[in-house]
């Protein structure tokens, strides 16, 4: 996921030097754990799930994320792996499958007690492990639940782990890019 974002910003500032842009000062990047979490929620502070409610079902019984709604229960939510990325709604920043589909990486160090190490000053946990470090440093925090987790996993406070070197057929990533502001010349 690294590498791609590494590619990613190599070909966006290639194809801005083309066009006289110029390079992006930014690079592409994997969102740390809150980043994803604040772009999740999609504006709702205390909604536990993206689409501002406290349901996995609309007023007219249906799901609203691709997720195993009961044991063994893959194909009732309209589809047994991954689905197209607009097969449900997006969340109210537009983001479509921030819970469900597939869970995403996120560039966090996972710990369990993340959050007595957290301040204001020290937002985030970051370590890349190498090959050779004990496995507990090789976890990085995982969100959003999949097509095969349940409900709770599609909560946007519900963290998981899985190692960095890893592939999953159930996990992907997102790629964020800072937002600098506007320029003084669109004003």
Same mark, same amino acid.
């Given at each position: 996921?690294?590498?791609?974002?590494?590619?990613?910003?190599?070909?966006?500032?290639?194809?801005?030097?083309?066009?006289?842009?110029?390079?992006?000062?930014?690079?592409?990047?994997?969102?740390?754990?809150?980043?994803? /979490?604040? +772009?999740?929620?999609?504006? @709702? $502070? %205390?909604? &536990?799930?993206?689409?501002?409610?406290?349901?996995?079902?609309?007023?007219?019984?249906?799901?609203?994320?691709?997720?195993?709604?009961?044991?063994?229960?893959?194909?009732?939510?309209?589809?047994?792996?991954?689905?197209?990325?607009?097969?449900?709604?997006?969340?109210?920043?537009?983001?479509?499958?921030?819970?469900?589909?597939?869970?995403?990486?996120?560039?966090?160090?996972?710990? /369990?007690? +993340?959050?007595?190490?957290? @301040? $204001? %000053?020290? &937002?985030?946990?970051?370590?890349?492990?190498?090959?050779?470090?004990?496995?507990?440093?090789?976890?990085?925090?995982?969100?959003?639940?999949?097509?095969?987790?349940?409900?709770?996993?599609?909560?946007?406070?519900?963290?998981?782990?899985?190692?960095?070197?890893?592939?999953?057929?159930?996990?992907?990533?997102?790629?964020?890019?800072?937002?600098?502001?506007?320029?003084?010349?669109?004003?």
């Amino acid at each position: 996921a690294t590498a791609f974002c590494y590619w990613r910003t190599k070909l966006w500032n290639t194809y801005a030097q083309t066009r006289g842009d110029g390079v992006n000062s930014e690079d592409y990047r994997l969102p740390t754990e809150h980043e994803w /979490e604040y +772009a999740a929620r999609g504006g @709702h $502070d %205390l909604a &536990p799930y993206p689409w501002g409610g406290y349901y996995v079902r609309n007023a007219k019984g249906c799901l609203l994320a691709n997720f195993k709604p009961g044991r063994g229960n893959y194909p009732e939510d309209g589809g047994l792996y991954t689905v197209k990325a607009d097969a449900y709604f997006p969340n109210d920043f537009g983001l479509y499958n921030m819970s469900g589909n597939v869970a995403e990486w996120t560039v966090t160090a996972y710990t /369990e007690n +993340a959050y007595s190490f957290l @301040h $204001d %000053l020290n &937002p985030d946990i970051r370590y890349d492990a190498k090959d050779d470090d004990p496995e507990a440093y090789k976890r990085k925090v995982i969100r959003g639940g999949s097509w095969k987790d349940i409900a709770h996993y599609m909560q946007t406070g519900t963290r998981h782990w899985e190692y960095q070197d890893t592939t999953k057929s159930y996990i992907g990533f997102r790629c964020v890019l800072t937002f600098l502001g506007r320029s003084l010349n669109d004003f």
